[in-house]
């Protein structure tokens, strides 16, 4: 793709369709829940539906203003619990986008704010003494819409299915290994009610997010992925903000983390949100930091709180918040090769090295609990002290904080503040089952969120595939949420092509994992392109995959002819001689019997291609 | 890349050394034991040697003349063992090229020929009675120098890694788990020996291939990987097709497969085989269906055998033979959702079903030991049956063929012939393990050479990533070689950045399969690409990487300027603040004393990170 190709893309916001495929609705036991599914239509009559992250940007039938933000699709379940109210909320001041930037900018941030006024919402928040929080509700034993949307769709349509799963019934071969996991055949709002409320799942959706289309995170779920964005040095416009998520979330994207740094991060926060069907995770302390000028020392209780409770009101979904980054663990990384590689974790070590204080996330933590549950922010209690490289792998610092993050998501749960654990990093192979079991012991299956891990050091550029491994084999092992590496990891900023790159990597990791579980009906979608190999139905194989204009491009740079997409034979063997037709003769042979076979086959002229004209050019 | 510039590219061979790197030989008990290394000079001071596959291409002192050859390193210890003698070889008739081809293409493949007449060589085979197989001399104790040479060349230089060994030395947890490989701390040539002796480590170096730079595939050894190269529909030079080759083992081929049909397939061999210096493999069934017109039943072991004998007189190192594709075991394909995938096991199939005969190679397994070891041709005996799909992953088909291979390994073994067995394809990730156990015990340890497998079938255009997370898990249970799988699997042909990602990936898999395993040694270079992260220096981590000009230009896109590279910070969080820079800081703070140094850091006015010029545009 050339520069002006690639900017024009950056311009618009990416809305096509997949090929052959519909967006679906499912709708539960009212009429207000309608989940959202991907239908492919395969060329011999298949319907085959799947996960959709995507949101309604796929949909064509669905009129999209970012200017106006996403229907609210949450609001009427929020409002009809009746235990919220809207206020006015924390005043905007020019500190949360930067400061003096609107000056330096010369009015273009507040031009592009005016244009998306209609972005601006009143806030909700829990009434006094109420907890809004998923995990309350649960404990309550209270089914949540939210909860019987989630049910309907992790377990996708099975009607297509029967045929794919009917294997997995008939040969044991065929059954996963969960590894300690409990998947039920089908979900149902009260499973997902009772994940939640032992803490084994998250919901993160934020009242004040209420566009959100609600998706959990557990063990005993689909295996889920998180992308990151951020913000541009020079903001161009609000399309260019919005398209960084519609593009993470086109390919797969679960959730989706808003890391930006430096100018505009409030406004843009309020574009991303707004208009964003999945969960946004932030990291607080990078805001806060920027409040302070960047200098760590400087940072403050008040000035985190403050951010909390601005991007809260915004409707962060989930905090990652770095609480058992402890002053006693500081030391136990100075014999490490690459010490402290986390942001959130240096920014804290700075500050505790130069007050010789405790942590400030973990004095105040109970004070935080107070927060995330007047709003139902999810914590994802970041993993400050994470090895940065193989060699610093499961170590005394790493499983030091991973104990506190144990310690501190029994806190949360007393608050039924829902809560996720994040986890490494870089770890070599044999050492990724210690970091599972270590966290489900001390963290009591609160969901494991990894980034990777990567399984070596030296491949920088390809660090999407080094880790792919690593979340493969965690994500099998029960992680719940693997969050993304791209090949520019280590090296830069990853633009456009490399985002796709790290999820669609990801979506491997995490089908992989689902795979092996042998969660129900995972296994269909690749039944279902098996059989498109096998019948040579070359559209249907490219519909089914994970990236199906990729697959077109392949295909057609050694078959270009649009007839060789009907073609009995694949580019591998040529229209000569082809395995997967041989196999159906055999297979008409073997029904025959054998001998009687031959015999016929010899007579008819030993032919089992069909033959056709060679492609041109 | 545009088209005009990858065309120069194909028509030039690859001879840059990679960056600061230099080619050194490690000399062994004579001076004609040298073993090639590539020696990275980082900016430190340090000086790290890593493996090398690419040959004397990378190596700028060294003049090279493919239409002569390389050099043959091994011709004397050949000769010195006065096991072997020159004959005239059987006569090239004009059916190896694929019959009247000369007069379609107008003589360009006879002009081709004649330009690089210069590599025909007189053949060498066994005297009458003798057996000239690494096996045989290693049951017999002799430690030839090819054994030698491949205990250099496994232990690598020790000198430069003894700072990172003595950790995995302090510290249990940096131990690797070999999963029942015995791997000792230094590799000796009698160890070399007495692997190849069990069978559980194979030489592949045919007395033809005096060019090889001798290597070793078994379980106690570094994982090595193949990729594959096939000919060109229209042959426009002899640069060309050797470029193929030498652009596979730039980037890490320990091994290359030339599957090649159709023309000219007999004389760009004689080019591949004189200008490489790893050993080629071949599927020689390919070859023989081409010599019948491609009509599968007209094959017969006659027209089998002189291919074979052909192909040994050029000097391929290791054949595919799938001589376990049994005809009872057909019939088990046929509930299959794939069938069939391996296109020799159709051909095979296709045969036996037309004659309803058991399979040739069967019934003349015995004829075919007596060939490979008059010339020392390793087996890899194929996998004809392997899972086209996930949902015929571990079937009757697959595991009887399998206990088949197990049976023909015995018979190689009773004439001394090397052996190893190849294996699959689409295995979900819980089912792998099933297969090594397997293979294990079926086959005593012979190598087993796998092809992924791949984890998920939902990934056209991705599967070197679907597959390399299958690679790296089974090559650490102990896999012995890795066949690469590119982007381009399951939709076409792969071309040179096809090429290039798959050998990537691969190299991936196989050194994560190592640093799992513990193979002494082996995170060493990782943990000097963790050490110049730590330090910031850039141009060691380009160096260090296994793509170093991809992981440079990564870089540059977000800091392009020169200074950055010296920059005491990365593109990830920017100079003003840097986790890895504050990591150093409190490293000296801890050795300081924390209150102690908390004072003076305050007084020195809190600043971690060193100003820079901001880069420029």
């Given at each position: 793709m050339n520069a002006p190709d690639k900017l024009q893309e950056l311009l618009t916001l990416t809305r096509e369709p997949f090929p052959a495929s519909t967006k679906v609705h499912v709708e539960g036991s009212?009429?207000?829940i309608r989940v959202p599914m991907r239908e492919i239509a395969l060329t011999n009559g298949e319907r085959v539906t799947v996960y959709d992250t995507s949101g309604p940007y796929t949909d064509p039938t669905t009129a999209i203003d970012i200017r106006q933000g996403l229907a609210p699709v949450r609001a009427g379940w929020i409002e009809a619990r009746g235990d919220t109210e809207s206020y006015t909320g924390r005043q905007r001041v020019a500190l949360d986008d930067g400061g003096k930037n609107e000056e330096r900018d010369g009015g273009r941030i507040e031009q592009l704010r005016a244009e998306a006024a209609g972005l601006q919402r009143m806030p909700r928040r829990a009434k006094a003494g109420a907890n809004v929080s998923q995990m309350h509700y649960a404990r309550q034993g209270i089914v949540t819409p939210e909860m019987e949307y989630i049910a309907i769709r992790e377990n996708g349509k099975r009607e297509w299915m029967r045929e794919y799963l009917q294997d997995a019934e008939r040969e044991a071969r065929l059954k996963g290994n969960a590894m300690g996991a409990r998947i039920p055949e089908i979900i149902t709002p009260e499973f997902v009610r009772d994940e939640v409320a032992r803490g084994r799942a998250v919901i993160p959706a934020n009242i004040n997010h209420p566009e959100v289309e609600p998706m959990i995170i557990g063990r005993n779920f689909l295996v889920k992925i998180n992308s990151n964005i951020g913000n541009s040095?020079?903001?161009?416009s609000i399309e260019e903000e919005v398209e960084k998520l519609v593009w993470s979330i086109r390919w797969g994207g679960d959730t989706v983390m808003d890391l930006s740094t430096g100018k505009n991060i409030h406004t843009t926060r309020d574009w991303i949100l707004r208009n964003s069907p999945v969960p946004i995770g932030t990291v607080p302390i990078y805001q806060a930091l920027e409040k302070v000028g960047g200098i760590a020392e400087d940072l403050s209780w008040e000035i985190f709180r403050d951010t909390l409770i601005e991007q809260a009101e915004q409707g962060v979904d989930y905090f990652t918040i770095h609480a058992g980054v402890r002053l006693p663990f500081i030391p136990m990384t100075t014999k490490r090769r690459t010490g402290i590689v986390s942001r959130g974790g240096s920014i804290l070590a700075k500050w505790m090295i130069t007050h010789h204080k405790e942590n400030f996330l973990y004095t105040h933590f109970e004070e935080i609990c107070e927060i995330m549950k007047a709003y139902d922010v999810t914590f994802s209690?970041?993993?400050?002290?994470?090895?940065?490289?193989g060699a610093d792998a499961n170590d005394e610092a790493q499983f030091a904080e991973l104990r506190t993050l144990g310690e501190l998501t029994e806190i949360a749960w007393k608050h039924d503040v829902q809560t996720m654990i994040e986890g490494p990093g870089h770890v070599p192979m044999h050492m990724i089952q210690a970091n599972m079991d270590e966290q489900l012991k001390h963290c009591k299956e609160a969901p494991f969120y990894t980034l990777?891990?990567?399984?070596?050091?030296?491949?920088p550029g390809y660090d999407h595939i080094a880790s792919a491994i690593g979340a493969a084999m965690i994500g099998w092992m029960g992680t719940a949420m693997l969050c993304y590496v791209t090949p520019k990891e280590h090296l830069g900023l990853p633009d456009r092509d490399d985002v796709k790159a790290g999820i669609i990597a990801y979506k491997i990791a995490a089908h992989a994992a689902d795979v092996a579980k042998g969660h129900?009906?995972?296994?269909a979608r690749d039944d279902a392109m098996s059989k498109a190999r096998f019948e040579f139905r070359w559209r249907d194989q490219f519909a089914l995959g994970l990236d199906p204009q990729t697959a077109e491009e392949y295909h057609d740079e050694t078959l270009p002819k649009d007839s060789s997409k009907e073609a009995?034979?694949?580019?591998?063997?040529?229209?000569?001689?082809c395995s997967m037709k041989i196999t159906q003769d055999v297979r008409d042979y073997a029904e025959k019997g054998m001998a009687e076979k031959s015999a016929e086959f010899k007579a008819a002229g030993g032919e089992f291609y069909i033959p056709i004209q060679p492609a041109k050019g």
């Amino acid at each position: 793709m050339n520069a002006p190709d690639k900017l024009q893309e950056l311009l618009t916001l990416t809305r096509e369709p997949f090929p052959a495929s519909t967006k679906v609705h499912v709708e539960g036991s009212r009429p207000d829940i309608r989940v959202p599914m991907r239908e492919i239509a395969l060329t011999n009559g298949e319907r085959v539906t799947v996960y959709d992250t995507s949101g309604p940007y796929t949909d064509p039938t669905t009129a999209i203003d970012i200017r106006q933000g996403l229907a609210p699709v949450r609001a009427g379940w929020i409002e009809a619990r009746g235990d919220t109210e809207s206020y006015t909320g924390r005043q905007r001041v020019a500190l949360d986008d930067g400061g003096k930037n609107e000056e330096r900018d010369g009015g273009r941030i507040e031009q592009l704010r005016a244009e998306a006024a209609g972005l601006q919402r009143m806030p909700r928040r829990a009434k006094a003494g109420a907890n809004v929080s998923q995990m309350h509700y649960a404990r309550q034993g209270i089914v949540t819409p939210e909860m019987e949307y989630i049910a309907i769709r992790e377990n996708g349509k099975r009607e297509w299915m029967r045929e794919y799963l009917q294997d997995a019934e008939r040969e044991a071969r065929l059954k996963g290994n969960a590894m300690g996991a409990r998947i039920p055949e089908i979900i149902t709002p009260e499973f997902v009610r009772d994940e939640v409320a032992r803490g084994r799942a998250v919901i993160p959706a934020n009242i004040n997010h209420p566009e959100v289309e609600p998706m959990i995170i557990g063990r005993n779920f689909l295996v889920k992925i998180n992308s990151n964005i951020g913000n541009s040095a020079v903001t161009s416009s609000i399309e260019e903000e919005v398209e960084k998520l519609v593009w993470s979330i086109r390919w797969g994207g679960d959730t989706v983390m808003d890391l930006s740094t430096g100018k505009n991060i409030h406004t843009t926060r309020d574009w991303i949100l707004r208009n964003s069907p999945v969960p946004i995770g932030t990291v607080p302390i990078y805001q806060a930091l920027e409040k302070v000028g960047g200098i760590a020392e400087d940072l403050s209780w008040e000035i985190f709180r403050d951010t909390l409770i601005e991007q809260a009101e915004q409707g962060v979904d989930y905090f990652t918040i770095h609480a058992g980054v402890r002053l006693p663990f500081i030391p136990m990384t100075t014999k490490r090769r690459t010490g402290i590689v986390s942001r959130g974790g240096s920014i804290l070590a700075k500050w505790m090295i130069t007050h010789h204080k405790e942590n400030f996330l973990y004095t105040h933590f109970e004070e935080i609990c107070e927060i995330m549950k007047a709003y139902d922010v999810t914590f994802s209690l970041g993993d400050g002290l994470r090895p940065g490289s193989g060699a610093d792998a499961n170590d005394e610092a790493q499983f030091a904080e991973l104990r506190t993050l144990g310690e501190l998501t029994e806190i949360a749960w007393k608050h039924d503040v829902q809560t996720m654990i994040e986890g490494p990093g870089h770890v070599p192979m044999h050492m990724i089952q210690a970091n599972m079991d270590e966290q489900l012991k001390h963290c009591k299956e609160a969901p494991f969120y990894t980034l990777g891990p990567l399984t070596i050091d030296i491949a920088p550029g390809y660090d999407h595939i080094a880790s792919a491994i690593g979340a493969a084999m965690i994500g099998w092992m029960g992680t719940a949420m693997l969050c993304y590496v791209t090949p520019k990891e280590h090296l830069g900023l990853p633009d456009r092509d490399d985002v796709k790159a790290g999820i669609i990597a990801y979506k491997i990791a995490a089908h992989a994992a689902d795979v092996a579980k042998g969660h129900p009906g995972q296994r269909a979608r690749d039944d279902a392109m098996s059989k498109a190999r096998f019948e040579f139905r070359w559209r249907d194989q490219f519909a089914l995959g994970l990236d199906p204009q990729t697959a077109e491009e392949y295909h057609d740079e050694t078959l270009p002819k649009d007839s060789s997409k009907e073609a009995h034979f694949c580019s591998m063997c040529g229209p000569k001689f082809c395995s997967m037709k041989i196999t159906q003769d055999v297979r008409d042979y073997a029904e025959k019997g054998m001998a009687e076979k031959s015999a016929e086959f010899k007579a008819a002229g030993g032919e089992f291609y069909i033959p056709i004209q060679p492609a041109k050019g």
